[in-house]
């Protein structure tokens, strides 16, 4: 059904397009407009977004037995594959002086899987290197995130625990980098 430029700015919100990530956005919204007909609904969708893509950060940084250790302890739904673990290459770019022009700096190796939850949530997992089961296992948590039903266990069980381990390491590391820390002090001697 189309609208008249005056019944749609009587009835909407005119946003204005600032940026190509936001005009990104906004086009999936106009785009599916019937499925997002709500404001709440957009930001519930961004708010997954994030979550997931918090949770990601965790689990590309933990190790696989850590993940595999935590999903041993939740009942886990019956999946199914939808990509079994395979190693590829990936194009790493870089850019002059951080912002100049692209150019490629190398390749890397990484393995990706994708698993389906019988519930219909999809997950995707990457990694880098040659570890098949952590890019399973990141697919299944991935999916686990977004369902209604076990989202949150994965949160408190698997993700929470990983995310504090993984901040102990870091100020570990830190600690460990500010003891090596030598501070110079330089005496001027006046002239005259």
């Known amino acids: 059904m189309l609208m008249s430029r005056e019944a749609y700015s009587k009835n909407h919100i005119i946003v204005t397009k600032q940026s190509w990530r936001v005009r990104m956005k906004l086009s999936i919204i106009i785009d599916n407009f019937n499925a997002a007909s709500s404001v709440d609904q957009v930001t519930q969708h961004n708010n997954q977004q994030a979550q997931r893509k918090a949770a990601m950060a965790v689990l590309a940084q933990a190790e696989a037995g850590e993940i595999a250790a935590r999903l041993r302890n939740l009942a886990l739904p019956a999946h199914q594959d939808l990509r079994v673990p395979e190693n590829g290459l990936v194009m790493l770019r870089g850019r002059v002086g951080g912002d100049g022009a692209p150019f490629n700096l190398g390749e890397a190796t990484v393995s990706r899987a994708a698993v389906r939850l019988t519930s219909g949530e999809v997950g995707f997992g990457y990694t880098?290197?040659?570890?098949?089961?952590?890019?399973?296992?990141?697919?299944?948590?991935?999916?686990?995130?977004?369902?209604?039903?076990?989202?949150?266990?994965?949160?408190?069980?698997?993700?929470?625990?990983?995310?504090?381990?993984?901040?102990?390491?870091?100020?570990?590391?830190?600690?460990?980098?500010?003891?090596?820390?030598?501070?110079?002090y330089t005496m001027v001697r006046g002239e005259g």
């Open 128 to 184: 880098l290197g040659r570890d098949g089961d952590k890019a399973r296992l990141i697919a299944l948590c991935d999916a686990l995130v977004q369902s209604r039903e076990y989202g949150g266990a994965v949160e408190r069980g698997v993700i929470a625990p990983l995310r504090e381990q993984l901040m102990i390491r870091r100020k570990q590391a830190a600690a460990e980098t500010a003891a090596t820390k030598v501070d110079f």
